[in-house]
């Protein structure tokens, strides 16, 4: 079982998941020790672009892959303890992020760019040309 989001234009995602509960809750995935990170995704006319918060995974951590219509994130976290010092409290107990999209077929799935700042992934996934809005010219007669 895996956590699985259908992505699909003009009808934003669609969790797939047995764990919807869990999701809502912002609680970590069991599976496989990962916890699932929160993502946006946006649409506009030319395509979606999702934004994952990722903190504390660096760029050189980073798993993004794109196979047939599934879009997979994966990040490993980085987060260290300073020398000398054992943490007495750890929220964060899973060292890795994953999360897993459906794409629709309406994607270009291979057009995925990826950006990485202060610890938020954004993804921009354009519109297939055949998905995309286009002007018909009219020729008067």
Do not use: C, W
Not at 1 to 30: E, H, L, W
Not at 121 to 141: E, F, N, Y
Request: charged share 20%.
């Amino acid at each position: 079982m895996n956590d699985t989001t259908q992505v699909t234009p003009n009808g934003g995602t669609k969790q797939t998941s047995t764990r919807q509960a869990a999701d809502k809750a912002g609680a970590a995935s069991t599976n496989a020790g990962t916890l699932m990170p929160p993502v946006d995704v946006i649409e506009d006319a030319s395509g979606i672009t999702l934004r994952a918060d990722l903190p504390g995974v660096a760029k050189e951590g980073l798993n993004i892959q794109v196979e047939a219509d599934t879009l997979v994130i994966e990040g490993a976290l980085a987060l260290s303890v300073p020398a000398g010092m054992d943490a007495t409290h750890v929220e964060v107990s899973f060292p890795r992020y994953r999360r897993v999209f459906t794409l629709s077929k309406e994607l270009d799935a291979d057009k995925v760019s990826a950006e990485l700042r202060n610890g938020v992934l954004t993804l921009r996934i354009p519109k297939a040309a055949h998905a995309q809005a286009r002007r018909i010219q009219v020729q008067a007669g």
